[in-house]
């Protein structure tokens, strides 16, 4: 079965990079997500990267895939006070047909001023 | 244009009582998909339903959960004889199918069960 895993906490002083780490068991994902999560909010599609690729970059978000070890991380240069939110790592799967998502538990980043 | 809502937003209910939690997806999205955020606990995945298909159950956790989507648009999730566990915030999201990656999540309903 699916199995996405994720440090549940790190904290980052302010202007910092930040870096998620995410792993993932099956080797057949298609593609993975990174979506955030702010206080009382429903969650939000921050980037997704094809399992084809070894990196992306999109302003201040980083993915880095490396499938071979089935890991993903998302680095956020120059943290800000608004980057505090639940980051959450997904893998896209598809069974029979069918295509869901299987989630990380979240990994909650808080900035330190 | 307006996204995916969730209604009603926080609902307090009794043990044993049966609840009903809508999902009004963005309008033309043909995948409409239900999870569980427990406290601490990450994304469960509960059901997908996927144009006229029949759905994907193999998330719901129990015979007590059950869930409709009437003219391919509106859904409803429904849990039977509440049970202090079911307590989590339980969020809706609907995608463009086929070529969109894109999952768009709804604010969510906090349940508790007192």
């Known amino acids: 079965g699916e199995d996405v895993e994720q440090s549940l906490f790190l904290s980052v002083r302010e202007g910092d990079s930040s870096v998620i780490n995410c792993t993932y068991t099956d080797s057949s994902s298609t593609y993975l997500y990174w979506y955030k999560q702010e206080p009382g909010a429903g969650l939000q599609l921050l980037t997704y990267?094809?399992?084809?690729?070894d990196m992306k970059q999109d302003q201040r978000l980083t993915v880095l895939l490396n499938k071979k070890d089935k890991h993903l991380s998302l680095r956020i240069a120059d943290t800000q006070t608004g980057d505090s939110a639940i980051y959450f790592c997904?893998?896209?799967?598809?069974?029979?047909?069918?295509?869901?998502?299987?989630f990380g538990t979240g990994t909650r980043l808080t900035i330190i001023p | 244009g307006a996204g995916v809502s969730q209604s009603p937003s926080n609902k307090v209910t009794e043990k044993g009582k049966d609840v009903e939690l809508r999902c009004d997806p963005i309008s033309g999205h043909t995948a409409l998909y239900w999870y569980r955020q427990s406290l601490g606990q990450g994304l469960e995945f509960l059901i997908y339903?996927?144009?006229?298909?029949?759905?994907?159950k193999s998330g719901l956790p129990s015979d007590r959960f059950s869930a409709e989507r009437t003219g391919g648009s509106v859904s409803t999730l429904t849990i039977q004889r509440t049970q202090q566990e079911d307590s989590a915030v339980y969020l809706c999201?609907?995608?463009?199918?086929?070529?969109?990656?894109?999952?768009?999540f709804g604010p969510g309903t906090r349940l508790t069960v007192t």
């Open positions: 999201a609907s995608r463009l199918l086929p070529n969109s990656y894109e999952q768009y």
């Open positions: 339903f996927q144009g006229n298909s029949a759905p994907d």
């Open positions: 997904a893998e896209s799967v598809r069974d029979f047909g069918n295509e869901k998502l299987t």
């Open positions: 990267i094809f399992s084809n690729m």
